[in-house]
């Protein structure tokens, strides 16, 4: 049957990006994430900005699909925007009777709008260029260290798996319960919030008997085919880091001293970059 | 459907069945809490993000009271709901544990039944609140934030998640 | 009141990388008191058309008039049109919920608003309609049913809604023999009895060919093939290349032609194809066979 929902935002692709070990993608993702909030001037967004932009290009997915994240925190930006414009100290622009917008503050909601879209769309990337499964291996080999404070990772990796490998059914199931109940005049769509969460019932009581009856049967065969939890096993597809893993994280590195050592670059720069400036302004 | 918790023993041979509750089984019933975690926040589509959480899907932290099962489910199906979203490593990390522990303190006070959906509205007010005045900047609303993540959990958790409990509760043979 | 779709198209996933043409222009007209068939193989789009029948599903550009009313124009209260249109899914099952039978089929009569002395007239009707003893179903809870009788609570939820058009997407999937036939009796009685328009999505010939009076083949997402189940079933080729089987005596006389036999009719029925068959074999031997 047809679904009309696939879950995740995985956009099929070959590109250097989507090739990469998930593992790495996700510590380059937190990296990039760490780095945005140590940046400490309009510089640092510049090269932010560009190391993102590079690594867009390279992974070929549209532009569109990166900004489809930004529409669901719409309203945060705004918030950020809004908040920073207003409370924040210093020379004044506009005052409207007891609030007022700075300089300061105009600055600060753009670079703080700024580092929450670069965020988004970092993350976005994750997601867009990583299947799911290849998501949930990385994470359990990520995890496995934690095994030693007591944190049973591969249980908790089993169970993603099977969740993972059960959403669609379930939610085919879902799918089928609302519009079996829609059929039968349950309305989901308008009405008070009371009458609303009502309807919840019978979607709920069937998606629950459905899906624990699909619990039992599973863990009968996997008991049939004497599964016994963790130790030993091993995956049809063990990841491997490559070359290009290596590329790319030694790619964050610099990505990562370039934010941190940058009013350091900055200022040893300026001099050249000064004369520079000067010189062209002269030959204009 | 019928589950046969006894095994037998077959006298006489060497082979003997255990009689343990099964570790598989808690681990089916915990993927399919978090399968369905991620169904309902996909298909009933989230009332939004942000300063006023109110996700149908959190009406789903009452589940510990009827499962221990529930715990890891529900950690796992917040991994993954964030995993697959567009908000990404941030909310992965601070949501899913938010939802660890919240579990764990729902499960702790399951012989009070009206106190289970509490623990979500705390935990989650107390974490997401200040990881959202973080992301948008220092800009001293902190416990604006905390406050209106947790007014908007009140809704979800306490709401629909008694409601959840008052249904399922008629049907708890569906959790054996 | 009569069913006229026209154009209708769907796309799943528009914008996505997933992209896929579920409807592709369909048309289709069913008059009223009109018993029709809709065959065709997996994924050719029968279940998407149905869904869009009571608006649970919306098309992408097309129309649908149910009676003189435009469903796809905007304003169209839904709660009218699910008042007139049931629908029964694909194993059906998976929508009981409540606690006991009665108030799983009186599920659909209150949320049209009916009262609740007259639901219980209904829940009554529709139980004796299905075959399900009032008084020994009722008050149990529909978990404890077997597949067939969840299935028979399943639909009197449906026909409890007293539909105009009565729309069954394979209602005998997955069912033992005897449960099949008696859902196939539940519809003649339906049919007899009612006169409201009935459409069955089904991948039993047989039942198609003795119960429809006009039968709609969709292949890919199109109507390529509709008429009497008579015209239908005697083009046994085509309707093998589209990946579908013919009522089981249309199927035996398609053979014997395949061997050579000239036989110029198509029967629906066994005892049809009993007939033609001693008719051809009379004049073939010229032999006079008991009768």
């Known amino acids: 049957m ?3 929902i696939t879950i995740g935002q995985y956009y099929p692709g070959e590109s250097w990006v989507h090739k990469l070990d998930p593992r790495l993608k996700i510590i380059v993702t937190l990296v990039f994430i760490v780095a945005l909030f140590l940046v400490k001037d309009f510089v640092g967004y510049i090269v932010a900005v560009a190391a993102l932009g590079i690594v867009i290009g390279v992974s070929k997915v549209p532009l569109r699909f990166m900004l489809r994240g ?3 925190i719409f309203i945060i930006i705004i918030f950020t925007f809004v908040l920073n414009m207003f409370m924040t100290g210093g020379t004044e622009m506009i005052r409207l009777g007891p609030i007022a917008i700075t300089y300061e503050g105009l600055y600060r909601a753009f670079f703080m709008g700024l580092r929450l879209v670069l965020l988004i769309i970092g993350s976005s990337l994750l997601t867009l260029t990583t299947k799911p499964v290849k998501l949930t291996d990385g994470m359990e080999s990520l995890l496995g260290p934690f095994k030693a404070i007591g944190l049973p990772a591969h249980e908790l990796a089993m169970m993603m798996t099977i969740a993972l490998r059960f959403i669609p059914t379930l939610l085919e199931e879902t799918d089928k319960i609302m519009k079996a109940q829609m059929a039968r005049g349950a309305d989901f769509e308008s009405g008070s919030v009371f009458r609303r969460a009502k309807n919840m019932i019978p979607i709920l009581v069937p998606l629950f008997v459905s899906a624990f009856r699909i619990a039992q049967d599973l863990a009968m065969a996997m008991e049939a085919r004497c599964y016994r939890g963790g130790e030993g096993r091993t995956k049809l597809h063990e990841l491997k880091f490559k070359k290009r893993d290596l590329a790319a994280a030694l790619l964050t590195c610099l990505f990562l001293a370039l934010i941190i050592q940058e009013q350091n670059i900055m200022a040893a720069l300026m001099p050249t970059l000064a004369s520079l400036a000067s010189n062209l302004a002269g030959a204009l | 459907m019928e589950y046969n918790k006894d095994y037998h023993t077959i006298s006489g041979s060497r082979l003997k069945f255990s009689k343990k509750p099964s570790k598989v089984r808690f681990a089916a019933h915990a993927a399919m809490i978090a ?9 009933i589509a989230p009332l939004g993000f942000g300063p006023v959480q109110a996700r149908v899907a959190e009406a789903l932290t009452v589940l ?3 499962t221990p099962a529930a715990v890891p489910g529900l950690f796992v199906g917040c991994l993954i709901s964030n995993m697959i979203s567009p ?5 992965l990390i ?12 729902s499960y702790g006070l399951r012989r009070w039944k009206w106190l289970v959906p509490l623990p979500p509205i705390i935990v989650n007010a107390l974490i997401i609140g200040p990881m959202l005045a973080y992301l948008t900047g220092e800009h001293g609303m902190f416990w604006w934030f905390v406050l209106s993540v947790g007014i908007g959990q009140v809704g979800s958790c306490y709401g629909l998640g008694c409601l959840v409990i008052i249904t399922l509760e008629k049907y708890d043979w569906i959790f054996e | 009141m009569s069913i006229v779709v026209k154009d209708l198209v769907h796309t799943y996933g528009a914008g996505t990388p997933y992209e896929s043409l579920a409807l592709d222009k369909v048309n289709m007209e069913v008059a009223d008191g009109e018993f029709a068939g809709l065959i065709g193989h997996t994924g050719s789009g029968k279940s998407t058309l149905v869904q869009h029948l009571n608006g649970i599903l919306k098309p992408d550009s097309g129309q649908i008039f149910i009676g003189d009313v435009d469903i796809t124009a905007k304003g169209v209260k839904l709660t009218e049109i699910r008042r007139k249109i049931g629908l029964l899914f694909q194993y059906p099952e998976y929508q009981l919920f409540e606690e006991t039978v009665y108030k799983d089929v009186a599920f659909g009569p209150l949320n049209l608003g009916i009262s609740e002395e007259e639901a219980e007239q209904r829940v009554r009707d529709a139980l004796s309609t299905v075959g399900l003893d009032f008084g020994k179903f009722a008050e149990r809870s529909p978990f404890e049913l077997s597949g067939g009788q969840k299935r028979k609570a ?9 539909p105009e058009v009565l729309i069954l997407d394979e209602p005998t999937a997955g069912l033992d023999p005897k449960s099949q036939a008696d859902i196939f009796d539940m519809m003649a009685r339906i049919r007899a009895e009612e006169r409201i328009i009935l459409i069955l999505i089904s991948h039993n010939m047989g039942d198609v060919a003795r119960v429809c009076d006009k039968v709609f083949v969709m292949e890919n997402g199109r109507i390529v093939l509709e008429g009497p189940p008579s015209e239908v079933f005697s083009q046994g080729e085509l309707l093998k290349s589209k990946g579908l089987g013919l009522p089981p005596a249309a199927e035996m006389i398609h053979m014997m032609r395949e061997s050579g036999a000239e036989l110029p009719e198509t029967p629906l029925t066994v005892d049809a194809a009993v007939d033609i068959i001693d008719e051809y074999l009379l004049k073939k031997h010229d032999r006079s066979l008991a009768h």
Do not use: E, N, Q
């Open chain 2, 64 to 66: 510990p009271y009827f």
């Open chain 2, 35 to 43: 399968a369905v975690y991620v169904a309902v926040t996909y298909l």
């Open chain 3, 154 to 162: 399943a639909i009197a939820g449906v026909i409890a809604m007293k």
């Open chain 2, 87 to 91: 908000y990404g490593l941030v909310d």
């Open chain 1, 2 to 4: 047809i679904r009309d």
């Open chain 1, 70 to 72: 930004l529409k669901a």
């Open chain 2, 94 to 105: 601070c949501g899913s544990l938010a939802t660890l522990i919240a579990a764990i303190c």
